[in-house]
């Protein structure tokens, strides 16, 4: 299609060919998006905010400062399997997941909980290269089968940690509905209805 062409096959979102022509003008009012949020022109920079960006900071930098403060509590010689990484790692995917359900669908909604504590704390205390350097340490003084157990149970660790994680938050928002229910009952008949 071609931008001199008119009718209403012009106003299609197909690519437009650049012609000698000059752009028309973008039109004023409401823009015509069938209802849904607008898409934003803005660079990806600016839409971020400051605050949010210093939680992330701020939560990276407690979460790599606990695990390294829990690598040195608890080392792990080399050529043994490295437990304070793989205890780091399910617990962290563990505190995951039951954060998002908790933030998701329980909590008011926060602009700062999110990001402080998923992605800059919990981000920066899990780690996925010291789990591979481990396993590299592991594979290069011949323990192969510490190392596949290193990566195959941490896989299967961590995927058990979350679900438990999930499972838990759920609960405790079935609990919170639960709760609720019972309170409304109870102003709506009276304290002796449970």
């Known amino acids: ?7 209403p096959e012009s106003e299609s979102r197909e690519p437009t060919y650049i012609s000698d022509a000059e ?10 998006t069938g209802g849904g949020p607008t898409p934003s022109r803005e ?9 949010v960006l210093a939680a992330v900071a701020f939560g990276g930098v407690l979460g790599g400062s606990a695990r390294y403060v829990l690598g040195l509590a608890f080392p792990t010689s080399r050529g043994t399997f490295p437990l304070t990484t793989f205890a780091i790692n399910v617990s962290g ?25 998923g992605v800059g704390f919990l981000g920066a205390f899990t780690t996925f290269s010291t789990w591979m350097v481990d396993t590299d340490h592991l594979l290069g003084h011949g323990h192969y089968a510490v190392a596949a157990f290193n990566v195959f149970g941490s896989l299967f660790a961590g ?19 639960r ?16």
């Open 1 to 7: 299609m071609r931008a001199d062409e008119s009718g």
């Open 93 to 117: 995917a563990f505190l995951l997941a039951l954060l998002l359900v908790y933030v998701l669908e329980i909590w008011p909604p926060t602009r700062y909980v999110r990001p402080f504590a």
């Open 23 to 32: 752009p028309e003008p973008e039109p004023r009012g409401e823009p015509e």
């Open 43 to 51: 660079p990806f920079r600016s839409r971020l905010r400051k605050g």
């Open 179 to 194: 709760l609720a229910a019972r309170r409304s009952r109870a102003r709506r008949y009276g304290w002796w209805v449970r």
């Open 159 to 177: 995927l058990a940690a979350t679900a438990l994680g999930l499972a838990i938050g759920r609960m405790a928002l079935a609990r919170r509905v």
